[in-house]
């Protein structure tokens, strides 16, 4: 069992514990009091669980983030003098580093109700980045985009519902321009390579998309035209496959370089498990593969025979890794990212890059998923993205981010909703919840989409972590 699921598991357990001891005291107020008064309580306090208590928040908000970064990061000095941030006379930023800058931040009690956030204003820029609703602790904030107006002295910091606290650290973390290099973005489902890093690869000289499963189960909303499970997940697969070919298009990205591997979703563990044996998909009643593939623009291996095997997606992605050659490779972070197809993708690449005589110069990491907070990024769409939730400061990180503009985050709200996995309404529950949490905890629902995704991808940074990067390599290409 993944850490994720033992975390649900233990919130779910949590919530029973504390339904039951609930329902006692409904039966004892009932019997002590007036028997109609339990119906109140319960439905005030569903409302109230919908609207402040609903998140899948898997530890405390007094929880100091534990980050550690490279020893060589570079510190410039900085004062938070009231609201203004000042770095030390003298110092000059780089428009385009990274900056992280670490504060602590406490909630007032309104923050305990209503999310806090933070404030940057002073340029052309301002932003708005967001934190757990009764956070007190070290928290890390995304300056990137800001440095100029922090160089200029004009950088303004102010806490909604919250309040800054002790001296701010700046870290700042400068990085090639890899917009100019051939990417190529490896995504678990169609979808995760749009999330993830849209902006990145819409923007760079030569962009390669590998989609390496189907993403065919959970297709209910299929079942709905009539469809039984198998003929569902089998409908939904074929889109999906057309989604991971077709919307990348979009960004300008040439139809050669998309490529739709066609293994099955959450199939990817046990095919690691047991390389040379064939996986088949838990629903679409599938053993080959081939059904996902007929849009890719040239054959591949596991064309020969389809057999949905580790062996085969190895060498899928060997072949496409020599014909790509790419200097940036964008994959799923092996930490952060919980999911297990996610887990599988990252040690997939990193075992078909062994002994291989093309080696990328860099690469990138990203989180889509965390395991210990369902709501990050958080927020609002188009707001800033601070840093996620990290409590092991053993292994440094080394945090990259991308500045979107407004036209490029519509874009990529664009792609997003052309998704079919993004399309389908929520259930009746969850807008429910989304339209007590708009009334009573100012959540804004994204202009977007309903799914969580608008809100949570469709931000003015992308956030990579450098896993990878080859200095002498770079050169030497």
Known sequence: MSRKQQLLKRHRRNKRIGLLIALILLIAIGVLVAWWLPLVLAVLGWIAHEAWFADHLFYSPKDDYQYSFPPYT????????????????????????????????????????????????????????????????????????????????????????????????????????????????????????ELAAYGLYSQADETWIVTLTAGEIEAEHYQQLGLNQIEAARLKGRLRAWDSIAVPRWAGVPEAHCVQLGYF???????????????????????????????????????????????????????????????????????????????????????????????????????????????????????????????????????????LSLERQRDKAMALGMMHDLQPQLPFKRRLRRLLQWFLASRVPSVYGENDFFRKAVRRHELFWVLKHDETSARQK
């Open 265 to 403: 979703c959450l199939q990817l563990a046990a095919m690691q498990a047991a390389p040379g044996t064939p996986v088949g998909s838990r629903e679409a009643d599938l053993s080959d593969t081939r059904l996902f593939r007929q849009l890719n623009p040239f054959v591949l291996p596991g064309d020969i025979d389809g057999v949905p095997s580790w062996n085969n997606l190895l060498a899928d992605l060997r072949e496409l890794l020599l014909r790509a050659r790419p200097e940036v490779i964008v994959l799923p972070h092996p930490t952060l990212d919980p999911h297990p197809d996610h887990i599988c993708a990252q040690q997939a690449v990193l075992e078909a890059l062994k002994g291989l005589e093309w080696q990328p110069t860099t690469v990138l990491g990203y989180a889509n998923h965390l395991h210990d907070n369902d709501r990050w990024p958080m927020g609002d769409a188009g707001h800033g993205i601070a840093l996620p939730p990290a409590f092991d400061s053993v292994a440094p990180m080394q945090p990259c981010c991308l500045p």
């Open 74 to 193: 570079q510190q410039p000095k900085v004062h938070l003098d009231g609201e203004r941030l000042r770095l030390d006379e003298g110092v000059i930023l780089v428009d385009d580093a990274t900056l992280v800058l670490a504060l602590r931040v406490k909630s007032t009690w309104l923050g305990r109700f209503i999310d806090p956030l933070i404030e940057l204003s002073g340029g052309d820029n301002p932003d708005r980045q967001t934190f757990e609703r009764g956070v007190n602790g070290l928290r890390y904030l995304n300056l990137t985009g800001q440095a100029q107006v922090l160089s200029q002295g004009k950088l303004r910091l102010r806490g909604r519902f919250c309040r800054l606290l002790g001296e701010p650290v700046l870290w700042t973390f400068e990085h090639p321009d890899y917009r100019r290099q051939r990417v190529m973005v490896i995504a678990p489902h169609a979808d995760d390579a």
